[in-house]
C-alpha cells in the first residue's frame, strides 16, 4: 500500500504561479496530477515515469510542468500563468505495475490516490 499526501495548494490571482507537492510512501512507477472541478468530471492534466518522461494535457501545455524526485519520492507540478479556470482540487494518482503507457488520462489507470489539494484562483 501506497499513500500519497499533497500540498502546495492555496488562493492565487490570475497569473499567478504555484507549486504542489506529493509525498509518496513508497515505491512509485508512473505517477500523475488530476484535478476536478466543482460539477466537472475529474481530469487527467499530466504524467510522468521514472525516467522523467512526460505528458501533458492540452489544457495546460506550456503553463503546468510536472517532475518527479526519486530519492525523495516526490511529485511536483508546477503551474504558471494560473487562470480562474484552473481552480480545482487537485489530486495526484500512482501505480506500481508499469511506467505510463496507455490511457494515462484515465482513473481506471492509477491504483492509489491522495486526498487532494485545493487551488483557487481569483480574477
Known amino acids: 500500500q501506497v499513500q500519497l499526501v499533497e500540498s502546495g495548494g492555496g488562493s492565487v490571482q490570475s497569473g499567478g504561479s504555484l507549486r504542489l507537492s506529493c509525498a509518496a510512501s513508497?515505491?512509485?512507477?508512473?505517477m500523475g496530477w488530476f484535478r476536478q472541478a466543482p460539477g466537472k468530471e475529474r481530469e487527467g492534466i499530466a504524467t510522468?515515469?521514472?525516467?522523467?518522461?512526460?505528458r501533458h494535457a492540452d489544457s495546460v501545455k506550456g503553463r503546468f510542468t510536472v517532475s518527479r524526485d526519486n530519492a525523495m519520492n516526490t511529485l511536483y507540478l508546477q503551474m504558471n500563468s494560473l487562470k480562474p479556470d484552473d481552480t480545482a482540487m487537485y489530486y495526484c494518482?500512482?501505480?506500481?505495475?508499469?511506467?505510463?503507457?496507455?490511457?494515462?488520462?484515465?482513473?481506471?489507470?492509477?491504483?492509489?490516490w491522495g486526498q487532494g489539494t485545493q487551488v483557487t484562483v481569483s480574477v
Open positions: 510522468i515515469d521514472r525516467l522523467s518522461s512526460t
Open positions: 494518482a500512482a501505480r506500481i505495475w508499469s511506467g505510463c503507457s496507455g490511457s494515462w488520462w484515465a482513473d481506471r489507470s492509477y491504483q492509489y
Open positions: 513508497g515505491y512509485t512507477n508512473c
